[in-house]
């Protein structure tokens, strides 16, 4: 029996730059990966002497309707001066395909990763994302999925233990672990759905970048040559979401509780600068941090037929992995029952 083949392994440099050409862009034959996991992302130097940025959505993961919700988000965001890189608008459309691939092709931005210890690093990026959730509450999204418990935390466990993920040895203590985690966000109002609905101003859900990591903000220094904009620059709203603010500051924060409070505080001052924000969102960082870690390793998992996955994350799927799931997911519920962090 032949072996089912990716779709991303019929993904060929010779097809990248067909589809450029396809909407009229045509390439000099220099064609770089970039690191990508859920999508397939490459640089490309045009003959005219641009480079543009083009990436190949993973196939059936956002409808065509969904991605282009995304990139209206992103325009909205760049109408308002907000510096964020969005898909250039090619033969009518921001979204195009070619063969069996939706993609779309956005400017090159060079960048290097921002300076988090750096309080005034944090105060500046602070100062954006409050920008950028001004535009988010706008309007809400109307196809794309909330960040909620049961699509980030009961379906992936569900997942997970229905398609036997989790190694026999270790799966009974990582099904009872879980589950007391999903049970401790679910008595969290924010998340218990009629609690939140019942308070007098339920914490506000908003459009938001969704994936608001180190790596998806471009740092330009103030040293940069002339015609740089300096300062931060957001890529990759490909996780854009409805959500509390608050999901887009926490997977800024590192280190001890000390160092999280100190690095929230700037960003949090620069926030308040152009947008307030509800100090109730601080209980709910550590049931997003939990959620996220179930939601990745469903993420993982369902990508394994993906030959980069297995490349990658080496690691994924032994006794060990779950057992380190199983140690992080019990300090999450300790953590949870924690005071949250002040600023």
Known sequence: MTASIHPFETLT????MDALASVGLYGDGR???????????????????RAVVAKFYRPQRWTDQQILEEHSFSAELMAAEIPVVGPLSLQGSTLNHFGDFAFSVSPRRGGRAPELDD???????????????????????????????????????????????VPLDVQALWARTSQQAIDVIAACPFFAGASQAREAEPIRQLRLHGDCHPGNILWTPLDAPAGALPGPHFVDLDDARSG????????????DRQQRTRQLGALVDGYEQFRDFDRRELALIEPLRTLRLIHYSAWLARRWADPTFPINFPWFGSSDYWQGQVQMLQDQIEAMQEAPLVV
């Open 13 to 16: 440099p010779d097809l990248v």
């Open 119 to 165: 309080p005034d690093v944090l105060e500046w990026v602070g100062r954006f994302l409050a920008r950028i959730h001004a535009v988010g509450a706008q309007r809400p999204f109307v196809s794309r999925p909330a960040l909620d418990l049961a699509s980030f935390g009961i379906e992936p466990r569900e997942w997970l233990l229905a398609h036997d993920q």
């Open 31 to 49: 064609l770089m990966a970039l690191s990508s996991y859920e999508n397939r992302v490459y640089q490309a130097h045009l003959e005219d002497g």
């Open 244 to 255: 509390p603010a608050v999901q887009d500051l926490w997977m800024l924060l590192s280190g």
